[in-house]
T-cell receptor
Framework: DAKTTQPPSMDCAEGRAANLPCNHS???????VYWYRQIHSQGPQYIIH???NNETNEMASLIITEDRKSSTLILPHATLRDTAVYYC????????????FGPGTRLSVLP | GAVVSQHPSRVICKSGTSVKIECRSL??????MFWYRQFPKKSLMLMAT?????????EQGVEKDKFLINHASLTLSTLTVTSAHPEDSSFYIC??????????????FGEGSWLTVV
C-alpha cells in the first residue's frame, strides 16, 4: 500500500504557484520523498526528490517539514502544460526497490 | 536526464496472439527494470521486477506464464503478453534505475505502450 496521502485534485491559475501537499506521517528515517507526474497517456516523469533538506531544481521545489511527516511540491509559475497527476512516493533508497504509486493529485492549471 | 524508451507505443493485436513490448535504457545501464500496468483513470500497478540475467519477480496475482519478462542485457527488458485476450488491453509502462546513481536511486519511466486486443 502507498504510504502517502494526497488530495485527489487541485486547481491552480496559470502563472501562479502551485503548492501540492503530501502527508507521509509514517515515513522512516531512511526513506526518501519522491515526486513524479504523469501527463495524460504518458509515462511518469521524474520531478524531484529529497531526504531531509529542501530541494530545488529547474522544475520545482520540494519543501520537507522538520519532522519529515509531510512535504509540499511547489511549481513556482504553473503553466497549462503542468496539468497532470502528481504522485508523492516515499521509498527507501535501496537499489532494486520498486515504487508504489497511490492515486496522486490531479492538478488542473486553468487559463 | 536519463531516458527510457518503449516500443511499440501503440499496438493492436488479435485475440489469441502474443505481443512483445521492449523497454530500453538509452543512456544508462540498469540491472533492474520494473513493469507496470495502468487502467484508465487508475494509478500504476506494479506487475513484476525484472533483473538482468535472472528470473523476474512477479507481484501477487500476476501470471508469470502469461506475462513473460526477459532482461537479457543491462539496457533491454522485454514483456511478452502471451495468448492475449481483450481484458489484457491496457497501458503498460516500464521503468529503470541507473546502476550508477549517487542521488537516492531515482527511477526513470518509459513513455508507455498502449495494447489493444481485439
Amino acid at each position: 500500500d502507498a504510504k502517502t496521502t494526497q488530495p485527489p485534485s487541485m486547481d491552480c491559475a496559470e502563472g501562479r504557484a502551485a503548492n501540492l501537499p503530501c502527508n507521509h506521517s509514517t515515513i522512516s528515517g531512511n526513506e526518501y520523498v519522491y515526486w513524479y507526474r504523469q501527463i495524460h497517456s504518458q509515462g511518469p516523469q521524474y520531478i524531484i526528490h529529497g531526504l531531509k533538506n529542501n530541494e530545488t531544481n529547474e522544475m520545482a521545489s520540494l519543501i520537507i517539514t522538520e519532522d519529515r511527516k509531510s512535504s509540499t511540491l511547489i511549481l513556482p509559475h504553473a503553466t497549462l502544460r503542468d496539468t497532470a497527476v502528481y504522485y508523492c512516493i516515499v521509498r527507501v533508497g535501496n537499489y532494486g526497490q520498486n515504487f508504489v504509486f497511490g492515486p496522486g493529485t490531479r492538478l488542473s492549471v486553468l487559463p | 536526464g536519463a531516458v527510457v524508451s518503449q516500443h511499440p507505443s501503440r499496438v493492436i493485436c488479435k485475440s489469441g496472439t502474443s505481443v512483445k513490448i521492449e523497454c530500453r535504457s538509452l543512456d544508462f545501464q540498469a540491472t533492474t527494470m520494473f513493469w507496470y500496468r495502468q487502467f484508465p483513470k487508475k494509478s500504476l500497478m506494479l506487475m513484476a521486477t525484472s533483473n538482468e540475467g535472472s528470473k523476474a519477480t512477479y507481484e501477487q496475482g500476476v501470471e508469470k506464464d502469461k506475462f513473460l519478462i526477459n532482461h537479457a542485457s543491462l539496457t533491454l527488458s522485454t514483456l511478452t503478453v502471451t495468448s492475449a485476450h481483450p481484458e489484457d488491453s491496457s497501458f503498460y509502462i516500464c521503468s529503470a534505475r541507473p546502476i550508477r546513481d549517487d542521488s537516492g536511486n531515482t527511477i526513470y519511466f518509459g513513455e508507455g505502450s498502449w495494447l489493444t486486443v481485439v
